[in-house]
Antibody, heavy 121, light 110 residues
């Protein structure tokens, strides 16, 4: 059974950093691309970023709203994807979901339960 | 800035049929955008319903179907049930490893 479990959320002050983790199980993590999607309180879903698998260079893409501040990485030996968030803003307050990506058909097939990040002084 | 448009809200009677749409602020949606649809109830993670325009995800009832209607992607629910009352999101693939979600449609079944 595919499982994605996010961790690392919490309360952080504006301008500070936070790193989220997504621990995967039930599939060959190294073979798959991953993505992060967020949802601000009472708002819709917003795609945050994407990391390809190592066969495709492990390269990353980001939404304009987080580019230059957020970094996605992966540790295939631990089956973990990370979201490093720097220079956090109040508008980054959201539930952050980790998803697996089907790269051929370009969709998010499995989702974690999410972790809440609150940016506030 | 590409905007993906969805109806903010929709209402359907139990047993009725409803079609939700997913468009672009500029241009037409086609299969090359690989439209996919997700269902979300309050406090829960999204659930994948439809991908690649019209393929149902595993376990999704066949009352959910996807298509291209005119210049938009569409999600049709035939024979709506009470537990279909949810938020529905479409997402379009923009190329280069980038996606854009629509704003979501809140579906009421009453």
């Amino acid at each position: 059974e595919v499982q994605l479990v996010e961790s690392g959320g919490g309360l952080v002050q504006p301008g500070r950093s936070l790193r989220l983790s997504c621990t995967a199980s039930g599939f060959t993590f190294a073979d798959d691309a991953m993505s992060w999607v967020r949802q601000a309180p009472g708002k819709g879903l917003e795609w945050v970023g994407f990391i390809r698998n190592k066969a495709y260079g492990g390269t990353t893409e980001y939404a304009a709203s987080v580019k230059g501040r957020f970094t996605i990485s992966r540790d295939d030996s631990k089956n973990i994807a990370y979201l490093q968030m720097n220079s956090l803003r109040t508008e980054d307050t959201a539930v952050y979901y980790c998803t697996r990506v089907q790269v051929v058909t370009k969709f998010f097939d499995y989702w974690g339960q999410g972790t809440l990040v609150t940016v506030s002084s | 800035q590409t905007v993906v448009t969805q109806e903010p809200s929709f209402s359907v009677s139990p047993g009725g049929t409803v079609t939700l749409t997913c468009g672009l602020s500029s241009g037409s949606v086609s299969i090359t955008y690989y439209p996919s649809w997700y269902q979300q109830t309050p406090g829960q993670a999204p659930r994948t319903l439809i991908y690649n325009t019209n393929t149902r995800s595993s376990g999704v009832p066949d009352r959910f179907s996807g298509s291209i209607l005119g210049n938009k992607a569409a999600l049709t629910i035939t024979g709506a049930q009470a537990d279909d009352e949810s938020d529905y999101y479409c997402v379009l693939y923009m190329g280069g490893g980038n996606w854009v979600f629509g704003g979501g449609t809140k579906l009421t079944v009453l």
